[in-house]
């Protein structure tokens, strides 16, 4: 069975049986912790415990093709290996986004840690990676093709290994209805696994009275998601987390000459990002003083900031032109595995692509390097952004990335948001988890570690789950 094709017919299935699924999925939520903050409690984004709610989930998982999922996990560990090559090459990333540099003050912001820390040559022994690299299945040509890869904040291994955990279950309560096997959906450890590689580069660290920072944003309705990471650091290996704003990092922390960075007066081993992906986390001069504080430390740093910038879309894009693999990787195989999951990605500057982007603009989505949904532009306003572009004669062109845009089979599912079940179009994007870490020369961990299924409607161009059209789903192996 192809993805998109419904498990079930939809139509066919018994109304009572749906609403009995929807009643005991919004029960397990609620008991298990698969909820955000209610944006309609006011409190909710603050403090724990207050103003919850059920995460937006599929009440069925979707099917994927198993050969494509495995291709998928795959080529995981060589996105893993390939982002720390990258991260090692200043030249390249400086060089890459200097264009950029020059119309985009946040990735400016950025390149200027990033030449600091070569201007000093900063060297980062322990690094650590917690990737999630996203797919969708091109309909037509049955391809894998990557949307992108996230190398800072790859939200949702919290959630996302709950949702498979409630997909079994009901498949265990309703399968023999619904012929459908829990068996089918695979695990998912993305959560344990990711607090695994927390941990273990806290041991690499090797101070036990240091701690694991998580940087967040003054409000966070995603919290339990992240607190589910902390709360596996807690239980299965004893390492605390504190949680603090990039403001609160500027006030609190200091910098001791061994490098050590405290903040509020204990020592942090690791510090894991939540925050600091858009322009709308660093509103003052404060919340940059606390990343370049951060950067000269000699914390852990998930993401460092060659690995941001390694995340980038403008290095996605340069990294698809020919032979820039090479560079990077020597074996043949890895090369062609990830070259395979590449889409069209084109820079501005590119005017045959450009000419075809404006006769054909739905063929094409526009990407600036923004992090966190609802950037991109597509269709009409692609048309008119290239034309208004080549009006101007400016350099903004280089702020921008063009793609090829990817056409999913959609399929009518069952979307469970704020207690009530809709019947919707949907399409579906994978993503895969991984988790990397090595200390100097060793390589302790290089993972794949479980994955999040997205589904949203097939009307919305983005998608997203806090945004309020897309919802957490998991796979279904045919
Ligand atoms: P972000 O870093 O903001 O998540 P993405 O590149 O993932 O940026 O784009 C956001 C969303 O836009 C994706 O989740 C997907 O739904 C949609 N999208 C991005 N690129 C494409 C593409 N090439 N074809 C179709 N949809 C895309
Ligand atoms: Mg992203
Ligand atoms: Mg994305």
Known sequence: METGQPLLDLDGVDQGLVEKMAFDALVWSSLHGLVVGDRTAQRSGKVPGVGMMHAPFALLPT?????????????????????????????????????????????????????KMLEINKKEDI????????????????????????????SFPGLGSLVTELHRSLLIHYGEQLRLDSKNIPHNPAVSQFAEALAKAWTEYNNPKAVVMVVVQSEERNM?????????????????????????????????????????GQPVAVVYFRAGYTPIDYPSESEWRARLLMEQSSAVKCPSISYH??????????????????????????????RKCFAGLWSLDDSEIISQAIERPELYVMKPQREGGGNN???????????????????????????????????????????ICHKDNAISELGIYGAYLR???????????????????SSSNEGGVAAGFAVLDSVYLT
């Open 127 to 154: 690094r650590l990676g917690l990737h999630r690299s996203d797919y969708m299945l091109d309909e037509q040509t049955k391809m894998l093709l990557q949307i992108e890869l996230n190398t800072i904040s790859s």
């Open 377 to 419: 532009i597509y269709g009409e306003d692609v048309r008119e952004t290239l034309l208004r572009l080549q009006k101007e004669e400016t350099a903004e062109d280089a702020a921008y990335i063009l793609m090829q845009r990817i056409f999913p089979n959609g399929s009518l599912t069952f979307l469970m948001r704020d207690g």
């Open 309 to 338: 910038l390694a995340g980038t879309k403008k290095i996605q894009q340069e990294l698809a032109k020919p032979n820039v693999l090479e560079r990077f990787l020597d074996n043949q195989e890895k090369i062609s595995k990830i």
């Open 224 to 264: 339990y998601d992240q607190h589910w990471l902390s709360f596996v650091l807690k239980e299965r290996h004893d390492v605390t987390t504190i949680r603090k704003t990039l403001a609160e990092i500027d006030t609190e922390g200091e910098l001791l000459h061994d490098g050590t960075l405290l903040v509020g």
């Open 439 to 457: 200390n100097k020369e060793t390589v302790i961990m290089n993972e794949q570690c479980g994955y999040l299924m997205r589904t949203k409607v």
């Open 63 to 115: 099917s994927f093709p198993e050969s494509q999922f495995n291709m998928a996990c795959e080529v995981a560990p060589i996105f893993n290996e390939l982002v720390d090559r990258v991260s090692l090459d200043g030249k390249f990333l400086q060089d890459s986004l200097s264009r950029t540099k020059k119309v985009d003050a946040f990735t400016a912001r950025l390149l200027d840690i990033h030449s």
